[in-house]
């Protein structure tokens, strides 16, 4: 506890910054309030005609009609190009948040229904439940079937809702409701209860494997299923007055021109954060950019209004950074800089900037080092890195203290995860196997083929680079990129008669430290057979 | 806002406790995290990475990450071994705490694990998964038969070291909270009341034994006769949604992290054959759809919890259930079962929340300030598994949200 870093604590006294928000979703607007009250000017790019709630009315600078055309410059100081109506707008603000609200649509495909009269999508008959229009449900005998998540399951949060939109009919006179589902999903908080309080007031449920019912609508309006019965094994067939259908939540159409124009990275869904633990919970590839809400995954209603505040943490805490002490310096040396634009290329995190130089912009960078391994001109440096040299003394090392016949072995390893590992192994009183030694590098990024060369050169017998498991890399691509690299540089070992087996990939996360441990014995195993060819002849 | 003269209590050193440590820590505010066991991270610290090449994003690196975090800042003071007693006052409060001293020298202790392997009650001795704060090793006190009248000293007369002391000794102390942070997480569920035989047969193992055996072996042995399981099989729901338990939640992590661990154990073992037993599936992650996919295509999923466990004379497991496509009591054989545990109310929640005037749910969780229809006190918040079920990164959401609650009110006063 003792050896903390005394710059770890900051001021946050006084913050006056301008914050651009786009959406006006529940969410935005929770945001935009608390920035509010926190002294922050914060101005909302809002969809077609929507206003402000009261909250933050006069509070904010509120555009309707808004579409973004440009975003410049870097985390502290962007500047947004916005058409605003006829007009053009500039703007100039220190961070950004993307809370558009998520696009709702009712699943009629899925149960192979068309949009009907007695038809109706959950947001639908919440509408109605909410302003009371359920006059039509009730009756005599009336029956009403909600589907929910057949072939493809629905997101616990839609079925929690149908559960208490069930629960609502089933209190109306004379309706009976049937629940008709696949895997029955209760993981949001409270569905379970909701299942037996239904079930209690005399809603049936009805779960399918694999064979699911077939609905057919009638002439009058109604509609026939016939649905396997899985414990019975029979078909049986119910009558429908009404149905109700659950609803996929995907991301707004228009997230995908923002996410561009803003060049954020995204999910394979569509939402505007890649789906990677280090972006958790509202951070994205570009420092400065937040998203939260409906933009960034399927929330619920109170999910939505949560993460609006833990939002508004992440950027109050990162407008006090700002002013903080920046990242290890990355920098590009004029005079071997030949304006390729590889770096611009590669760097994920947009950090440099084309202008009559070509800069890195310290406040965006993270210190990943892709743009220094992937400079073809070797201009870029990085502030106490020195791959290079480093393996070197460890080779010496090395070869100072092993046994000729012993394998000698440089393991590269990404600080994030092998490194962390490589920690937890020390702490736990152990140590490397003999005659490896370990290089820590910011990222799987850094290394180029040069540097795995480099190990060979200095007389290793193997090289290992570990790097983080694919979707689990701090500057997203940095694992990509090093995997890239090291198989070009098989293919020169190949060409210079070099086995390419004596340079392995390894993936690793943080926690791993036995298993770091059991895959460098893996191949210092394989490494000896390589070594010592006759042998394996004599055993094989 | 200068909050550099405000206290905040946070009980509880799990991923939700050390995530607020870290958010409250960098706005100045001096924080005291009270930890009960001998080491910070909670239950997430001990589980495995369960990547196979590609991230699944279980989120147990997380856990890993927070904890560095939290250690680095010189503003966040973590009390391992160290209890609530009591608290005064109406705001700020004073937090009464004991502490013991630990019964492992953290500067002597060297890690060679001696000790480990001559104490005689599996899981007494402690090691520390997370990078070091306090000792590395540590004993528990209450499996500890020195400390059941049975003066038992093997551990320490074997130390090499001379680091092993044992001792009574607990210091009391108290603390100054402008407010409090209730992060006492969750406990797993018992499963020995199953017909499971859990505690009888040593192949019956839990979800969170699995994780350990994981991430410690690598491989998934099996604990009687250390030999690689083939045949697992995987039980959801032990615990929970189990009305006659008077269980009625969903323990929401527990599908997506047995059929993760599954998949894990079929990257590792080529021929492992995996059963899964469930009642539904939870979906999981934002790429559930085509996860959920590829497991039905590798693993056995059968719509049935299972009746009943017996141990052969081989000493496989013989698993007996209703099989749904045959429509028949069926049985099948397993070298090992792993019983996905619920995640129940801690323990010491009844006490936590009646020390603190805190309504408990229904469950017997504490729930988030916003949910409670009736008054909660001033300054008083709550977090993580302790508010009920959540997912590590749901845990680190809610802890961050609630940092921005703290900090609002705080600023407020």
Redesign the interface.
Known sequence: ?EN???N??????SLSAEVMIFGDSVCAQRIAA?LV??GIGVCLAAGNGSSPASIIQDRVQWLSDTRLNHCHGFAGNFTLQIDHGHNQLKKTVQAIVVAEDDSRSPNYSQYRLTPGLRVVGLSDLEEKLKHSMTESFSGTDTRIVLLCGWR?????SVARRMLEGCLQLQAQPGVSTYFMTG?????S?????LV?KAKQAGTVFF?F?GVFPTIQPQENGYFTIDYPD??T?NTFQLTADWVVVDETIEPANHLELLIQKLGIDQ???G?AQS???RR??NFTNRRGIFVAGGSR?VLSHA?QL??A??V???VL?FL?DLDGEPLAGVTIKQGLCARCLTCVRLCPHRAIEVGSRITVITEACQSCGICTAGCPGRAIEMEGVHIGLETIQRMNHLLAITFVEKPRIVVFGCMR?AG?SH??IQ????ALPEGVGFVEIPCGGTIAGRHLLGAFEAGADGVMLCI?????CQSEIGNVVARKRAESTRDLLASAGVETERLRIV?L????G??FV?RIKAFIKDIVLLNNPQKENKNG | ??L?NKHVTIIGAGVAGLTAAC?L????IHVSVLEKTPFPGGHA?Q???K?T???V?C???????KL?GA?????V??FTGTQMESISGQGPYRVHYRSHSPLVNADR?????ICFKKCPVPGTIL???????GP?VAIRRDLCRYFDNAACTLCRDSCPQGAIHFSNEATAGELKADAVLVATGFSPYNPAAKPYGYGLFQNVITSLDAERVL????LMKRPTDGRTAQRIAFIQCVGS?D?KSGH???S?IC?GSSLRMARLIQSRQENAEISFFY???????????SF?KEAQENIKMI?AIPGDIINTKMDELQVIYFD?DT?SSRDAIFDLVVLSVGLMPSAGNARMAGELGWPLD?QGFMPPRSSPNQPVPKGVFTIGTAT?PMSI?ES???A??T???I??FLGER
Not at chain 1, 427 to 430: A, I, N, P
Not at chain 2, 25 to 28: E, Q
């Open positions: 506890m903390k870093a005394e770890g604590v900051r001021g946050k006294e608390n009250d926190n493809k399951d629905a997101h616990p895997n029955m999903k209760v993981a908080a409270g569905s379970e209860e037996h779960k494997t899985e414990s094994r999910d394979h869904i939402f789906d990677n633990v958790l919970s995954g999910e949560a993460d505040d833990q508004s943490l992440n805490s006090g995860s962390q920690t937890l702490v736990s009183g152990q983080c498991h694919t979707d689990n993936s996360s943080a926690n791993m036995n298993e059991y | 806002m200068n550099n958010c820590a960098d706005w100045d610290i589980l495995t990475c990547a090449d590609t991230c994003k989120g147990a690196c997380i856990a890993e990450v560095s250690i680095r800042k010189p503003n003071h973590i202790c060297n890690g060679c694990g090691q520390g998964q997370a990078p070091r704060v590395y991430r410690d072996h690598y949604r009305a009625l939640w969903c929401k599908c009642i539904d599936v939870q979906t999981f992650g934002k790429n559930f759809h959920y719509r749904p429509h229904t009920g990164a680190v959401s809610s961050e949200q940092a921005f609650e900090i609002h």
